[in-house]
């Protein structure tokens, strides 16, 4: 034993091993430099600055494009394609040293003027920007020099920073911007390779990438998308995914905690999952109905039913993470009695029936079951409408306005102000939260500023415009060799620029 025969000759086992080494060399164990990132939604499109799905973003932030600033993992503004930057003693200037030698994917130097270019497009008439109203703050952007960028805002804004780390505020450039939604062009450490729709997009390593104090590692990265929670639960144990960085399976998920050749982690999240309602229509336009739903629902018990228990429960839009949170949970507890009360006074002693559109995510799906049963204690008829995410239910829900109610997870950090956008899907008129919200913006003092959003805070969970439930978990899987993913997610991402796998 211990020898075999190879062309005729009879050889040891150890010289065989030496001799496979010797050709194969030192290469044939080195680490692997692909990685395939699994997800559950697929965007459609991938230009982040002209459409607001999260998945996008997902894809491309941080990989393809970068911002003058960004946001780090642990939810910090940080210098990106802006080295450093002074504000004014007013608070209306922002003056921004931008990095040179910096060029886009196609061969094109970034500089102040496509900076300039970047912002005005996102704020112009035209523009179809997610975040745009962030950008109306702003009256002019010039151009001082190549390497200098002056901003001057119509009044201070103590988030502006923040907002320009966000994927809708990235950099893009002049010749390539129209077509970025298929073809994205960006100054990041990946270029766009290919796109086969309905199953995955491929990344290359950027072989010019301007960062070369902090070079990326991986070659080739490729997104899969995977919508139903079994498939992907599948596709990770046989290895067809190498990571699950939001898995959407929670009861699943303990059996892969006790598998030694996975990596899993609960972080934190700014998924807040709320059930919007049409506050413009019958009967949501009455807040003693809208309170009277609330009351209905025990959100411990809806975690437990949507979620394996996984995930924490508020009382307003805006999540533990964030600077100022109130717990507002409190506010309208549990109380069906009460909740009946409510109807009744409000003109429906015998409840009334409704429609929610649900996307196909499966937090949405049991969600609503959930919420289903737990109206149903009060007399209401809660009729669940599957509605294709996003085309469907953006055109139909975000804007037509043609729903009563739905639910969604709103993925963006500190996104309470969208209650005071007057075309926002939830309908929600109340002039002084408006203000409130103004007012939080402008002011460049943190303290004051986070005490309005307190008061802000509190407004929504004394009104209810919508049903606050539950804060997600960031469900990490991957395999336990790949390191450098996200273990929280401070915004919707997965950046794959310090992704390495272990030799």
Not at 88 to 104: H, I, M, N, Q
Not at 196 to 223: C, H, M, S
Not at 289 to 316: F, K
Request: charged content about 20%; some cysteine.
């Amino acid at each position: 034993m211990g020898r075999v025969f190879v062309c005729g000759r009879l050889v040891s086992l150890a010289a065989l091993a030496l001799a496979w080494c010797f050709v194969l060399g030192p290469a044939a164990f080195a680490a692997r430099s692909d990685v395939v990132v699994g997800m559950a939604i697929e965007p459609q499109g991938l230009d982040p600055t002209a459409a607001a799905p999260v998945a996008i973003g997902q894809v491309t932030w941080q990989n393809i494009y970068q911002g003058l600033v960004r946001i780090d993992r642990d939810g910090k503004v940080q210098p990106q394609l802006a080295e450093r930057w002074t504000v004014s003693d007013d608070g209306r200037t922002y003056t921004f040293a931008l990095r040179e030698g910096v060029k886009f994917h196609n061969g094109e130097a970034f500089d102040a003027s496509t900076a300039k270019f970047a912002l005005d497009r996102a704020r112009g008439a035209n523009s179809t920007n997610p975040q745009k109203q962030f950008f109306s703050v702003i009256d002019t952007v010039t151009a001082q020099d190549p390497a200098t960028l002056v901003v001057t805002l119509k009044e201070p804004a103590g988030n502006l920073l923040y907002w320009l780390g966000w994927p809708a505020s990235v950099m893009v450039e002049p010749k390539s911007a129209q077509v970025n939604r298929t073809e994205p062009v960006g100054t990041g450490p990946f270029k766009f390779a290919r796109w086969a729709k309905g199953d995955r997009i491929v990344l290359e390593r950027n072989p010019n990438y301007w960062n070369t104090a902090q070079p990326v590692r991986i070659q080739r990265a490729t997104f899969r998308f995977i919508g139903d929670p079994q498939a992907q639960a599948a596709a990770l144990r046989a290895g067809d995914v190498d990571a699950f960085p939001e898995f959407g399976a929670p009861e699943l998920y303990g059996n892969f905690q006790k598998d030694a050749r996975f990596t899993t982690l609960v972080g934190n999240t700014e998924l807040k999952v709320v059930a919007g309602m049409n506050n413009q229509r019958k009967p949501f336009d009455d807040k003693r109905v809208r309170q009277a739903l609330m009351l209905a629902i025990d959100r411990p018990l809806l975690i437990e039913g949507a979620w394996s228990g996984l995930g924490q429960a508020i009382g307003s839009h805006y999540t533990p993470n964030d600077p100022g949170f109130i717990d507002l949970t409190g506010v309208y507890p549990a109380d069906k009695a009460k909740a009946r009360r409510l109807l009744s006074e409000a003109g429906y002693p015998n409840g009334f029936s409704f429609t929610i559109k649900v996307p196909q995510m499966s937090y949405a799906t049991r969600s609503a079951e959930v919420l289903q049963a737990m109206l149903a204690e009060i007399g209401v008829t809660m009729t669940i409408v599957p509605t294709e995410f996003p085309a469907k239910w953006v055109s139909e829900v975000m804007t037509g306005h043609d729903f009563d109610m739905t639910i969604v997870a709103h993925a963006e950090p500190m996104d309470i102000s969208i209650y005071a956008r007057p075309d926002y899907y939830f309908g929600y008129r109340n002039a002084a939260f408006n203000d409130t919200i103004r007012r939080a913006e402008q002011t460049t003092d943190q303290e004051g500023r986070l005490k309005l959003y307190g008061e802000a805070q509190t407004m929504l969970a004394e009104d209810v415009p919508a049903l606050f439930l539950f804060v997600m978990p960031k469900l990490g899987i991957w395999d336990r060799k790949l390191k450098g993913l996200w273990a929280n997610e401070p915004i919707p991402s997965n950046d794959l620029t310090e992704v390495v796998w272990e030799d």
